[in-house]
């Protein structure tokens, strides 16, 4: 490479690791390590330390946590609908194309740029400090998402409880939670509803009532300004939830590793579960036809597009800064790019196979009620929460499934949490050593802190403060954080580099396709993501509540306080820099390769 000088030392024994052989030189992977230098104001650090980076115990370790934490709720409870609501089959003409020109090669990138590098998201950037604030940026916004997203599990924890019973407690009225509303579902079908909603938005059935005025409480609160105090049955599952993650997570990758053999695996066996009860259902095939149904016009819509572009984004995980942390603890001749393949591929599959298990019920439902499919199909967690387990309450052995689903929903909800308070813990604990040295304080005051914040999202109005999270803490933020992280390593760290790097850890180049999609397709894909969902965004608002304009404003407000890590600390670091703008421009990135064969 022009520019880069070469030293050679002899290193101590137990500095030695093994990387992808060098040709020019001909020498054994065990002989060879190659330390990365970063020379900045005449200083050069490096890599190499006393302190050797712990790694997986197993290579399977790693495959099922970046498998558990891609797969997550919206697997289940976002792309089935999509899919159905955006002309079935035609739907995966946009995804697949978005997959292969997008999600895969963001997901290669994020996996060789930790792998390499063996750091977190914030001190990865020593390729090029300038940059620094996007890894600050993605890890205050997984900090941000553990804020409400373990409330859902605790939530799924609050079913798996309910559900211990002989008869699931929504299944019938006379409930002290129910309304004088309350309507029993066989009296539900198409002439009660009329032209007044669908089944799916009517909230007066055991099912809804259950969800909205036992777990929630909603008819306790006037709107976000009404939250009152957390209740006591939510905040003992939160407890319970915030322990799961401390134990999971306190040692490392080598607890975290062996806890995804039982998260990672158990949504899959039972999604195959409940095909096999779902399909034998009446109407189910009705309803899998509704999935699968090809409309082709809808591909004019560019909703569907930007739904497309959306999903698959979310889906794989990509910008969260997990997938850079669990790479950092790989072998670093480990074949990243066959993993990239096989666990967005994996992802993908499991979105496209949960929707046979979901529209068989949601077909059950429909002939159950004589409505059609579109009058049932929903989204979210009035899919998960509502739909779903209503149809469960109405089979036999119902507090099995019941058990069962919710069980899934727990792992799917705790691994993909483990992923993002790992990426927090990995991230700040490489950037402030003594973070480091003390992991298992460190990691119980993350948990503990996203406790405290949790609790306002199980008040009576928690699930406003819910909403308003999950519209703004993880939205536009995080796309714009991705797009400048394709950016700094694209374009100033430089793709050529980059490909450089993956070619010493496993002995070949990333092919013209790649480096495409990293240097243009990928970057363009996600300027258009973050346009769209900007031009998008309208007024918030949760059923038929509207939230006040100054909530909007918080939301925005918390949306910025990770971006404007971006742009704050490539001044502060331009700042502190001597020379003039061109100078600083041009050493900031400056990265010198230093090789050294160790005999």
Request: proline share 4%; net charge positive.
């Amino acid at each position: 490479m022009l520019g880069a000088k070469m030293n050679i030392q002899v290193l101590p024994e137990h500095k030695l690791s093994s990387v992808a052989p060098l040709k020019q030189f001909n020498v054994e992977k065990k002989e060879v390590e190659l330390i990365l230098v970063k020379e900045q104001n005449g200083v050069q650090y490096t890599n190499t330390s006393d302190e050797v980076r712990e790694t997986w115990g197993k290579k399977i370790d790693f495959l099922l946590s970046v498998i558990g934490f891609a797969v997550d709720l919206a697997n289940v409870w976002r792309f089935p609908y999509l899919c159905y609501k955006n002309g079935g089959g035609a739907f995966l003409i946009p995804y697949v194309l978005f997959l292969f020109i997008a999600g895969m090669p963001l997901f290669y990138m994020e996996l060789a740029l930790g792998q390499y590098n063996k750091e977190g998201a914030a001190t990865v950037w020593k390729i090029c400090p300038i940059f620094k604030g996007v890894g600050y940026t993605v890890i205050i916004i997984a900090l941000y998402v553990g804020f409400y997203y373990n409330v859902i599990i605790a939530w799924s924890l609050y079913y798996l409880f309910s559900s211990l019973t002989s008869e699931l407690p929504w299944h019938k009225c006379n409930n002290p939670w129910n309304s004088p509303n309350c309507t029993e579902p066989q009296h539900i079908n198409g002439t009660f509803l009329g032209n007044r909603t669908s089944y799916a938005k009517y909230k007066n059935t055991p099912a809804a009532e259950f969800y909205e005025r036992e777990v929630l409480h909603i008819h306790e609160s006037k709107g976000i300004n009404d939250l009152g105090l957390p209740r006591w049955e939510l905040a003992l599952c939160l407890i319970l939830v915030v322990f799961i993650l401390f134990f999971s997570l306190w040692k490392g990758v080598k607890s975290s590793g062996k806890v995804v053999y039982v998260t990672a695996t158990m949504p899959y066996i039972v999604l195959f579960v409940l095909l096999i009860r779902g399909i034998t259902l009446p109407g189910a095939m009705n309803g899998i036809r509704a999935y699968l149904h090809i409309d082709l016009k809808k591909l004019n819509d560019p909703q569907v597009w930007i739904d497309a572009a959306t999903q698959i984004f979310f889906s794989l995980g990509a910008g969260f800064g997990v997938l850079i942390a669990f790479a950092s603890y790989n072998k670093f001749d480990n074949n990243c790019y066959r993993d990239a393949i096989l666990t967005s591929t994996i992802n993908c599959i499991t979105s496209f196979f949960s929707g046979f298990a979901i529209f068989s019920v949601l077909g059950y439902m429909a002939h159950q009620h004589q409505v059609n499919i579109k009058d049932v199909a929903t989204e979210g967690a009035g899919l998960v929460f509502i739909i779903y387990p209503e149809a469960i309450s109405t089979l036999p052995g119902s507090t099995f499934f019941a058990i069962v689903f919710f069980i899934m929903l727990l792992t799917l909800g705790i691994d993909s949490s483990m992923g993002g308070m790992e990426a927090v813990i990995t991230g700040l604990s490489d950037d402030f050593k003594f973070l480091k040295r003390h992991r298992k304080l460190f990691t119980f005051t993350v948990v503990f802190g996203t406790f405290l914040i949790a609790l306002l999202c199980i008040t009576n109005g928690g699930i406003f403060v819910l909403t308003l999270l999950d519209a703004y803490a993880a939205g536009t933020s995080i796309l714009f954080g991705v797009l400048i992280e394709a950016i700094g390593v694209s374009w100033f760290y430089g793709v050529d580099r980059f490909s450089e790097d993956i070619e010493r850890m496993m002995g070949f180049k990333p092919g013209i396709y790649w480096r495409l999609c990293w240097k243009f397709v990928s970057p363009a894909f996600l300027l258009v993501v973050v346009i769209a969902s900007i031009v998008t965004s309208g007024d918030l608002r949760y059923d038929n509540y509207i939230f006040p304009r100054w909530s909007n404003m918080v939301g925005w407000s918390i949306a910025l306080s990770s971006m404007l890590f971006v742009p704050i600390y490539a001044i502060y670091k331009l700042l502190i820099i001597p020379g003039t703008f061109k100078e600083k421009s041009s050493n900031i990135c400056r990265i010198k390769r230093h090789i050294a064969i160790c005999f």
